[in-house]
């Protein structure tokens, strides 16, 4: 990927995001309780970088063969009539967010995108309820695109089985924690349904609601499913070589606490002990040489390259997907998202 | 409510709940992750009374005005094609029993239909996660009943703004809990979303599934809020006058935690100290005879009968509604079920 490419994407996603959180702001107004819709939106206006969204509306534009200058996303064309994508796109951003709300009450993480966890800046009871409220915003908003009808019921229904496998996910990785023998196949399954089933179906529903066939929706959804398994990859290899302050939590958090991720079970079965690795037991506690030489570790046994390759293989399957797509500017932009998964460095 | 019609309710609801426990078994298989799915099963297997499922079937089988003896729940009559009413009627109960658990999180309760409530008997984590999948599981099965599509979208639209007005409801409650001068109206307020909207779902979404009118749909929306207003009113009331062995927790622990109900909000406004009725803060330290001079000293401020007449009024307002269906036995049903809900002692 040149530095051009990745400014066209970078550029790509900020027009969009700007888009989306235009709609957040008003698919979510904060209305009575107002501590409750506070909540909802305190972990949305802390930022992220709204890529579901944004891999949804370019989906969207490139079956629509639209102009990303003029088109009007309220308004947008589709088979028997216009819908409004935002609504669609606020959806899926919701489902992310109320995710993380949840997620973060059961990690008990302090931080999240550089400010407290909901659940330390409000409480326990209004982080749950905060999730709760954001997954059933999340359905009002995607029942409620003006999509034709049996349209919207393919939309919502991938929409909810899509949850079901999100909580399935975190359910798996949980589990995880306290086994042992985790094999790399189970860990790709549980990555694919706690993170990548959001970006398939991100990348699926906006063809479902726009009316494109069921080979186009499979395409979309391989795409997304592929590029969201390399999207977890990456993260779990930022956590180990980017520095602290620029990734904004400690450097190599996941092997203080022992996470299993796809490093860390290469290794485990290239002989290396993985759980002696890192003896300090707390993130606050250790110190950036042993870090520095546990990672150096991982580096000599492959791992780090294993996990590499394993991403740049997945977006390189990921991208074969994008044929079923016009040739146009928004699915070179999905081609370079895909890259960009696996180069960003945050 | 004559002893005879009470048992006509109770027969109706037997046999209901029955079709709907072998549909529960079937919609929510124990699968992988198992300890998930297992915690999603618990709180459904130790009980309840399925209420709202019960009054979902009996709303559909009246206007298909069909023989219950001979109806077929998963090819059920509807316009334009058969549908599956069991899964409609398992929606609403994973949505009730998605609330229950996470209202036991927050409300920090023990105890739930006599068992251990999900995260004490797994844990927070698991609790959490089994509420997010039952919410899921609930959508799947909304979407999924084979009604012509825009009924769908209307009962999938229904079921999530109910959802968010579930929350909104929750929200205030707990609210409520840290107010001095809280209104019998903003109690109401309360009582309706966090309680009355699933049964007017209840009631509605049937309608809305088999293809009925827009006045018919309302004004089962206005039953199911009436009735579920005064089911609220009628639990708070249980709390304060049924004896602890019988209601399977403390009498009176409403009033030990200061839980604001239509009783305390009269009595409060009749001049009653509320907040020193029972002076023991614990549920455990709390003494029958303390417990029976706080209801008396309610009774004599007329707040007990101001709450029974109350809901007594909204269980008549309800039944006002019932006019819309055919004049058939579950009509009539649905009338006792509404009486049956203020004259219940569990």
Chains 1, 2 share one sequence.
């Not at 990555?191 to 066939?213: F, Q």
Request: charged content about 30%; aromatic content about 4%.
């Amino acid at each position: 990927m040149t530095s051009q490419s990745q400014d066209v994407v970078e550029r790509a996603i900020a027009s969009r995001r700007e888009a989306v959180n235009e709609a957040v702001l008003a698919e979510l107004p904060v209305v009575e309780p107002e501590r409750l819709y506070e909540a909802t939106r305190y972990l949305l206006d802390a930022g992220g970088k709204r890529l579901r969204p944004t891999i949804l509306m370019l989906v969207a534009e490139s079956l629509a063969d639209v102009d990303a200058a003029t088109v009007n996303y309220r308004s947008f064309p589709a088979e028997g009539g216009e819908i409004d994508l935002l609504k669609a796109a606020v959806s899926v951003e919701n489902i992310q967010t109320f995710t993380l709300i949840h997620d973060d009450i059961m990690d008990d993480d302090d931080l999240r995108r550089g400010a407290p966890a909901v659940h330390r800046e409000y409480d326990l009871s209004t982080a749950i309820l905060a999730g709760d409220t954001l997954y059933s915003k999340a359905f009002e908003a995607m029942v409620d695109t003006g999509a034709a009808p049996d349209r919207s019921v393919d939309a919502v229904r991938n929409l909810a089985t899509t949850c079901t496998k999100i909580c399935e996910g975190q359910s798996l990785d949980i589990d995880f924690e306290s086994r042992d023998a985790v094999t790399t196949d189970e860990y790709l399954e549980m990555v694919e349904l706690k993170t990548a089933v959001l970006y398939a179906a991100s990348a699926s529903i906006p063809a479902r609601l726009v009316g494109a066939d069921d080979d186009t929706v499979d395409a979309l959804y391989g795409y997304g499913l592929d590029i969201g398994r390399a999207f977890q990859i990456q993260d779990d290899l930022l956590d180990l070589t980017i520095p602290s302050d620029k990734l904004g939590k400690q450097r190599g958090s996941d092997l203080v606490e022992n996470k299993q991720t796809l490093v860390t079970l290469h290794a485990r079965q290239q002989g290396v002990d993985v759980d002696g690795l890192v003896e300090t037991d707390s993130v606050d506690a250790v110190d950036e040489r042993e870090i520095e030489a546990a990672v150096d570790r991982l580096r000599e046994a492959g791992s780090i390259e294993f996990a590499r390759e394993r991403a740049r293989s997945l977006v390189e399957s990921g991208k074969d997907n994008l044929g079923v797509l016009p040739d146009n500017e928004q699915r070179d932009v999905l081609a370079d998202i895909a890259d960009y998964l696996i180069e960003r460095e945050y």
